[in-house]
């Protein structure tokens, strides 16, 4: 019912360009091909627990272009014939305990007690109750969760989750509140264990949600709890991964399958202006690399989403704009006119962006992704 809350929802499908872009997507929440954590559920991989990092991230990359190319071959199956397939070499209660998901969630249980989930790389023991760069222990905590109307509208009605905690400290952050501060004794959600996670899908599909929409804050602080979810979930939906993507490589490597649809948001295109209003290094570097990833090792079906800053045209939107001409095969970008000043902005911290982006600066930028060719009247 509430797909119909919004015209373009239907008619965004119409045009032939996004759907060749998207269409994977599509199939998944028409529910004619598998979303992609249930066929790296049911790829057998032979591990031991006990192995230590390093040995299971080998494991790990030797088994990627295998599911990879398996992937193609599988994705159209239901699956109940993909697991009468399987199970011809390994009994379905073998693969349970020895899959692809489950390698991955060990690697990141093992992440975890000297963090390097981010790109920040803090090296804390979350476990101990140490706290990163993203304030967050070795829980996750959802602050709210609800059919999101807002998205763009090839990803609306979004099944929205949002996390608390976020792996950037940016100035002008407009969820504040929940990515920065926050205080666990006045928590306004709840610690969700990976079950309770895997049964809110559920309640979001028979809401009417499209794919699952996992943000924050940032998603990325409590990607364990979210892999361990999925070798619990049901729903045949879409894994939409909503982010800053400052993940760190080893990160993006174990996540880059099992997600089917991307929402990445890229704000600068250097260093120097990431580390002036978001508080962290190697910016450019990680979203870059990340983004290749998306193309190289993942579904390729992503809306990158771009925020126009005031007095940043020259300096990110328009580099960024061209970085994605040159460097992506088949983008779809978002160009955000949203941005207002808020959180540190209006306490007197950078006050050179203490204003909305102009109708000139808009007009500029858009212009720009015209001249380039690229996508993005429809998804922005």
């Given at each position: 019912m509430c797909a119909f809350l919004r015209r373009d929802v239907q008619s965004?499908?119409?045009?032939?360009?996004?759907?060749?872009?998207?269409?994977?997507?599509?199939?998944?929440?028409?529910?004619?091909?598998?979303?992609?954590?249930?066929?790296?559920?049911?790829?057998?991989?032979?591990?031991?627990?006990?192995?230590?990092?390093?040995?299971?991230?080998?494991?790990?990359?030797?088994?990627?272009?295998?599911?990879?190319?398996?992937?193609?071959?599988?994705?159209?199956?239901?699956?109940?014939?993909?697991?009468?397939?399987?199970?011809?070499?390994?009994?379905?209660?073998?693969?349970?305990?020895?899959?692809?998901?489950?390698?991955?969630?060990?690697?990141?249980?093992?992440?975890?007690?000297?963090?390097?989930?981010?790109?920040?790389?803090?090296?804390?023991?979350?476990?101990?109750?140490?706290?990163?760069?993203?304030?967050?222990?070795?829980?996750?905590?959802?602050?709210?969760?609800?059919?999101?109307?807002?998205?763009?509208?090839?990803?609306?009605?979004?099944?929205?989750?949002?996390?608390?905690?976020?792996?950037?400290?940016c100035s002008f952050c407009q969820n504040w509140d929940i990515s920065q501060e926050y205080d666990f004794n006045i928590i306004k959600g709840k610690r969700v264990r990976s079950t309770e996670l895997a049964s809110l899908y559920y309640t979001l599909l028979k809401q009417g949600a499209r794919n699952i929409n996992f943000v924050g804050g940032d998603p990325t602080p409590n990607m364990h709890v979210i892999i361990e979810s999925l070798l619990h979930a049901q729903v045949n939906l879409p894994m939409l991964w909503n982010s800053n993507m400052f993940l760190s490589e080893n990160s993006m490597k174990l996540i880059s399958d099992i997600f089917d649809i991307w929402l990445p948001d890229i704000k600068y295109s250097n260093n120097e202006c990431a580390k002036k209003y978001s508080k962290v290094s190697n910016y450019w570097d990680a979203i870059s690399r990340n983004m290749s990833f998306i193309e190289q090792r993942g579904s390729g079906e992503y809306i990158i989403r771009h925020l126009v800053m005031p007095e940043h045209t020259k300096c990110c939107s328009i580099p960024i704009l061209d970085?994605?001409?040159?460097?992506?095969?088949?983008?779809?970008?978002?160009?955000?006119?949203?941005?207002?000043?808020?959180?540190?902005?209006?306490?007197?911290?950078n006050p050179e962006i203490n204003r909305r982006p102009s109708t000139l600066e808009m007009f500029d930028v858009r212009k720009h992704a015209d001249d380039l060719g690229l996508y993005w009247k429809s998804v922005s």
């Open positions: 965004v499908w119409q045009q032939h360009e996004l759907k060749d872009r998207l269409n994977t997507y599509q199939e998944i929440f028409k529910e004619n091909k598998l979303p992609r954590y249930k066929l790296a559920r049911l790829f057998y991989v032979s591990f031991q627990n006990d192995s230590n990092l390093e040995e299971l991230l080998e494991i790990h990359e030797q088994t990627h272009p295998k599911f990879k190319e398996w992937i193609n071959q599988k994705q159209s199956y239901t699956i109940q014939d993909l697991e009468k397939e399987v199970s011809i070499e390994h009994s379905l209660d073998e693969i349970q305990k020895l899959n692809f998901l489950r390698l991955k969630w060990i690697i990141f249980d093992k992440m975890i007690e000297s963090c390097t989930f981010c790109e920040n790389k803090c090296g804390v023991n979350r476990k101990s109750s140490q706290l990163g760069k993203c304030k967050i222990d070795d829980k996750a905590y959802v602050t709210s969760s609800f059919i999101h109307m807002g998205e763009e509208a090839p990803v609306s009605p979004s099944g929205t989750i949002f996390f608390y905690g976020c792996t950037m400290r970085w994605i001409n040159e460097n992506l095969k088949t983008p779809l970008t978002n160009i955000m006119g949203q941005y207002h000043p808020d959180y540190r902005i209006l306490r007197g911290e």
